[in-house]
């Protein structure tokens, strides 16, 4: 009967949780529902986050002028950094096409081994790991022309790379030091990392690492989508 009365309670509880965050939850059904849903992209389903926080933030009345200036500043902020790390990584991708870096990259790759099956879980390690020390849009955009003559020679579909490049980041983040989606977690809900840094490892290992791989040697899994809701052939 204890038993029964903890599991009650508990269930109660996520009930109750559910009915209070359920309007924050809704968001990303929304962003990431319009976004897979070819709806919106995903630079638009920024805007339509911004425009549901707001009517939900002024219809529940907790939004107050304090609130939206303070946080207008802090998006101001962010954003304006972004903007320098992105026109100084692409003065460094200039940099690097020029000094023809991709190709003796991808020659050195391939005079270190020919077998496939070992290139690609080293670009995938090599991947992780700038996820882990760098922002996923530095080193987006860093690795992208850098990898991409390496990926070609690979026959791998610039589709099929794209979910390769975007998986390994998703696993970088997660993964300290900088663990960019820990430490905003951790912002958001006031809980620091190394209180549940160990709870994200299963996720990691069970969830995203096996994805990883089956995105990188079933090349299916990324290329029927846009055949089948575009019309593009892959």
Request: proline residues 6%.
């Amino acid at each position: 009967m204890m038993e029964k009365a903890k599991i009650s309670d508990w269930l109660k509880n996520i009930a109750a949780a559910s009915r209070k965050s359920s309007l924050a939850l809704l968001m990303p059904v929304i962003v990431l529902g319009g976004i897979y849903g070819g709806i919106f992209t995903p630079t638009e389903a920024g805007c339509v986050a911004v425009v549901y926080a707001l009517v939900v933030g002024i219809g529940t009345k907790k939004l107050t002028f304090s609130a939206f200036k303070k946080a207008a500043e802090e998006t101001a902020s962010i954003e304006g950094a972004v903007v320098f790390i992105i026109a100084f990584i692409i003065v460094m991708s200039r940099i690097f096409t020029y000094e023809r870096l991709p190709d003796a990259i991808a020659g050195a790759m391939l005079n270190l081994t020919e077998n496939r099956i070992a290139l690609l879980l080293l670009i995938n390690l090599f991947m992780i790991i700038m996820g882990m020390i760098m922002d996923d849009i530095s080193s987006m955009l860093i690795a992208a022309p850098l990898l991409y003559p390496l990926f070609m020679s690979l026959e791998v579909h610039p589709f099929q790379m794209a979910a390769i490049m975007a998986i390994n980041q998703g696993s970088g983040q997660m993964t300290p030091p900088v663990a960019t989606n820990l430490f905003t977690a951790s912002r958001v809900s006031g809980v620091p990392v190394s209180d549940f840094v160990k709870d994200c490892l299963p996720f990691l290992l069970l969830g995203s690492l096996p994805i990883l791989i089956l995105v990188t040697f079933v090349p299916e899994i990324s290329l029927f989508y846009p055949p089948f809701y575009w019309g593009i052939n892959a």
